[in-house]
């Protein structure tokens, strides 16, 4: 499910790439995947995960990736509604679906759901850091609550065998949209502030570009799942953070990384690169925007159960996704 997404599109060739499996995919679009469309081992289909005749096709399938949702923080205020059906109501019918099945449900989470984390907050327990989700008056906390519930209630539900991944701020080429070109509205920070050095616009540091996240390669995510495939009998059950602690930084942080890899890659002197601008949350995201100051994953379990460690640097990584996206998006300046 969501096969044609950001990090669906990256699992999606490296299963055909490193195993001989045959795949079915459900997404509401394909542009990202259409190399494999012509696969023989690749059945497609443009579906919603909301119709229940859906849910028992993919259902037949021993093991179920779920990585569809809405998921860009822009819509969390102005569509709260259909992002908690997305993240809650859809995945839940799924969810129940491969407890009659007997299907592994390897269904994808947020770090999000670690909720409302201050600046000076510790590294991030799986099974035992308090969560505070912000009021229900900052509708930006309805994601992280729905995908929180989902979570709560796959553990719960009898006969499921689940694994729940939680990102922490994936990161790598076909990530999000440009606005106005192939998308809609606001899109994650990566695909944000490329667009905006892309345009020649300024970067804008909500609320001063303060907090801090792990950017996380796609391609460790990626290696990160099949690990997962390779220890089922140890994933079972369990919740796993994935995330690179040693790329932490603030988002005005890598505002400035950016600058400078977007120079080099252009061959421009940083001087000659669009700076930055701060800009309050409410003004940028509008009314009910909140956020969490630091979002640190312990990565612990993943080594310890899975052998999991993520291994590409930060600059690397924002290296190939800032060269794709200019290429990507040479023709729509
Ligand atoms: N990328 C990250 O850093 C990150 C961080 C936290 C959580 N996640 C979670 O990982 C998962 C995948 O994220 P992504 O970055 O690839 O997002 P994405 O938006 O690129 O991909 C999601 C895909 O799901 C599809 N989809 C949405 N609703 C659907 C529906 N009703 N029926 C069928 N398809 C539907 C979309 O068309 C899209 O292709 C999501 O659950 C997201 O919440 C990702």
């Known amino acids: 499910m969501g096969c044609g997404g950001f990090i669906g599109c990256h699992l999606l060739k490296a299963i055909f790439e490193r195993t001989s499996w045959r795949v079915f995919g459900v997404d509401l679009e394909s542009y990202?995947?259409?190399?494999?469309?012509?696969?023989?081992?690749?059945?497609?289909?443009?579906?919603?995960l909301a119709d229940a005749a859906v849910v028992e096709r993919?259902?037949?399938?021993?093991?179920?990736?779920?990585?569809?949702?809405?998921?860009?923080?822009?819509?969390?205020?102005?569509?709260?509604?259909?992002?908690?059906?997305?993240?809650y109501d859809h995945p839940r019918a799924l969810a129940d679906a491969c407890a009659k099945s007997g299907s592994w449900l390897i269904h994808f989470s947020t770090s999000e759901i670690y909720g409302k984390t201050a600046a000076d907050s510790s590294a991030l327990e799986e099974d035992s850091s308090?969560?505070?989700?912000?009021?229900?008056?900052a509708s930006r906390w309805s994601y992280a609550t729905a995908k929180l519930l989902t979570e709560r209630y796959m553990a719960g539900l009898a006969g499921l065998n689940w694994t729940?991944?939680?990102?922490?701020?994936?990161?790598?080429?076909?990530?999000?949209f440009m606005p106005g070109v192939d998308g809609e509205g606001i899109p994650r920070v990566?695909?944000?502030?490329?667009?905006?050095?892309?345009?020649?616009?300024?970067?804008?540091?909500?609320?001063?570009?303060?907090?801090?996240?792990?950017?996380?390669?796609?391609?460790?995510?990626?290696?990160?799942?099949?690990?997962?495939?390779?220890?089922?009998d140890k994933g079972v059950g369990q919740a796993f953070n994935v995330g690179n602690v040693d790329n932490?930084?603030?988002?005005?942080?890598?505002?400035?990384?950016m600058r400078s890899v977007f120079a080099s890659v252009k061959g421009k002197p940083e001087n000659d690169v669009p700076g930055v601008e701060v800009v309050s949350g409410e003004d940028y995201y509008g009314k009910g925007y909140d956020d969490s100051l630091r979002r640190l994953p312990s990565v612990a379990k993943a080594e310890?159960?899975?052998?999991?460690?993520?291994?590409?640097?930060?600059?690397?990584?924002i290296e190939e996704s800032l060269r794709w996206f200019v290429g990507h998006y040479v023709d729509a300046c």
């Open 32 to 48: 990202r995947i259409q190399e494999h469309l012509a696969n023989d081992r690749f059945e497609f289909l443009c579906a919603d």
């Open 304 to 317: 310890n159960l899975l052998g999991f460690m993520a291994k590409i640097p930060l600059k690397e990584a």
């Open 248 to 257: 932490e930084v603030s988002i005005a942080e890598l505002a400035g990384l």
């Open 190 to 232: 990566l695909a944000n502030f490329s667009t905006a050095l892309v345009r020649g616009e300024s970067l804008k540091l909500v609320n001063g570009g303060v907090a801090k996240r792990c950017f996380t390669s796609v391609h460790d995510a990626v290696d990160f799942v099949f690990c997962l495939f390779a220890k089922a």
């Open 130 to 137: 308090e969560i505070v989700l912000g009021p229900v008056t």
């Open 58 to 87: 993919i259902v037949r399938y021993p093991v179920v990736v779920n990585l569809a949702a809405i998921c860009t923080p822009g819509r969390y205020m102005a569509e709260a509604a259909e992002v908690i059906r997305s993240n």
């Open 164 to 176: 729940v991944v939680r990102p922490f701020n994936f990161v790598g080429p076909f990530m999000d």
